[in-house]
C-alpha cells in the first residue's frame, strides 16, 4: 500500500473527513488571543520600535519554550513570556522595567480575535465539547478567558503545566485525549501556529490550521485536514449551520 502523503488539504471536500469529531481543541495564543495586542496597547513609548518589539517578544517567548524543554530546565510560561519580553526591550536598546512590568500585565487580558465567540458559541450549541489546549500556565490562561468573557463557552482550560514540557512533545496532545475522554481521531486540534498545528496532526488529530497572515507552510511532519483564516470558518466544515 502506498505511504500516506503528509500534504495539507484544503476545505473542500473536509466535511467527511470531519465526520467523527466530537470536541474542537484551541491552541490559546495566537489562535483565540491575539499576542500582538499587548504592545499595541500599552507600548507607545516604544515609538516606531514597538512592532518589531512585539515580533522579537513572541519569536524568544516560543524559542524559549521549546530550549527549556530539550534541556530538561522547565519554567511555566509565565517566567518564559518575561524572559523573553527581557531580551525583546534590551536587543532594542530600551531599559525600562516599569515598561517591561506594564505589558507583562497586558499580557493576562490579550484582546480576544472578533470571531472567538460566536464561533465557541455555535459549537458549543451543536454540542461538541470546546477545549483550550495552551503553553500558557493556569493563572495566565484563566485571566485571558475570563477578560474575553468566554469561560461559559470552554469545558476545559487545558495548561502544559499538568505535563510539564511544552508543545509540540506528544505528551501534551495525549493530555487533552485523557482529560477529556475522547479518541484522538475524534478531536479536531486549531491553532494559528503551524508548528503546533503540525505537532498536533502528527500526533494524530485532525487539524485545521488557523493561518490568518498567508505564512509560509512549514516543513515538519503532519498534514492538515483544511487550511482556513478565521475561526468562524470551521463550523460549516463541521456541519454546523451549512
Avoid at 80 to 92: E, I, Y
Avoid at 122 to 137: D, F, M, P, Q, Y
Avoid at 164 to 190: M, T
Avoid at 216 to 230: C, H, K
Amino acid at each position: 500500500m502506498e505511504a500516506k502523503k503528509e500534504t495539507s488539504t484544503m476545505a473542500s471536500g473536509c466535511l467527511s473527513e470531519f465526520e467523527s469529531v466530537k470536541a474542537c481543541v484551541f491552541d490559546a495564543y495566537g489562535t483565540l488571543f491575539d499576542v500582538h495586542s499587548a504592545v499595541r496597547r500599552g507600548g507607545e513609548s516604544l515609538g516606531d520600535k514597538a512592532a518589531a518589539v512585539s515580533e522579537l517578544w513572541r519569536q524568544k517567548q516560543l524559542e524559549y519554550t521549546w530550549l527549556r524543554s530539550l534541556m530538561d530546565a522547565h519554567a511555566d510560561f509565565w517566567q518564559v513570556t518575561s524572559d523573553g519580553l527581557d531580551f525583546a526591550l534590551a536587543a532594542s536598546g530600551v531599559s525600562d522595567p516599569a515598561l517591561h512590568d506594564k505589558l507583562m500585565g497586558l499580557y493576562l487580558s490579550l484582546e480576544a480575535y472578533d470571531e472567538v465567540a460566536a464561533t465557541l458559541a455555535a459549537l458549543r450549541e451543536a454540542g461538541l465539547v470546546t477545549a483550550i489546549l495552551s503553553n500558557g500556565s493556569p493563572r495566565m490562561l484563566k485571566a485571558a478567558v475570563q477578560s474575553a468573557g468566554i469561560g461559559d463557552l470552554l469545558d476545559a482550560n487545558l495548561s502544559v503545566e499538568d505535563v510539564g514540557i511544552y508543545k509540540p512533545d506528544a505528551r501534551v496532545y495525549q493530555f487533552a485525549v485523557d482529560r477529556l475522554a475522547v479518541r484522538k481521531e475524534d478531536i479536531c486540534f486549531l491553532s494559528s501556529n503551524c508548528w503546533d498545528a503540525k505537532g498536533a496532526s502528527h500526533f494524530g488529530f485532525k487539524v485545521a490550521w488557523i493561518n490568518r497572515f498567508k505564512r509560509e507552510e512549514d516543513r515538519m511532519p503532519g498534514a492538515f485536514v483544511t487550511t482556513i483564516q478565521r475561526l468562524d470558518q470551521l463550523p460549516p466544515l463541521l456541519g454546523i449551520g451549512a
